[in-house]
């Protein structure tokens, strides 16, 4: 049963970090893009970040690079998304998406695999 499921997500003001954690099983992760997307109440679901295979090669939405960093540890079946200086505009929930490509991807369409979600909630 393929699974992946989402954790780190939270309360934290702005100016805060959190890390996102999304744990992968039940089929073969580490030849296989991911992402992470998130959505906030009244909007599309939006893409945030994404990365390859084996981790060589990385693309990030426009609003958070500099501040957002994914990476993955396919020993693990782990992909992580860690935050930093969060403003109350990033509050959403945030999910993790696999993907059957080898390269990046960044269209929602082009992953298969999502999780359930985690909250991120951003106090000014």
């Known amino acids: 049963q393929v699974q992946l499921v989402e954790s780190g997500g939270g309360l934290v003001q702005a100016g805060g970090s959190l890390r996102l954690s999304c744990a992968a099983s039940?089929?073969?992760?580490?030849?296989?893009?991911a992402g992470w997307f998130r959505q906030a109440p009244g909007k599309e679901r939006e893409f945030v970040a994404a990365i390859n295979y084996n981790g060589g090669s990385t693309h990030y939405a426009d609003f958070v690079k500099g501040r957002f960093t994914i990476s993955r540890d396919n020993a693990k079946n782990t992909i992580y998304l860690q935050m930093n200086s969060l403003k109350p505009e990033d509050a959403a929930v945030y999910y993790c998406?696999?993907?059957?490509?080898?390269?990046?991807?960044?269209?929602?369409?082009?992953?298969?695999?999502w999780g359930r979600g985690t909250q991120v909630t951003v106090s000014s």
């Open positions: 039940g089929h073969t992760f580490s030849t296989r893009a």
């Open positions: 998406a696999e993907a059957d490509f080898s390269r990046v991807v960044i269209r929602t369409n082009e992953f298969d695999y």
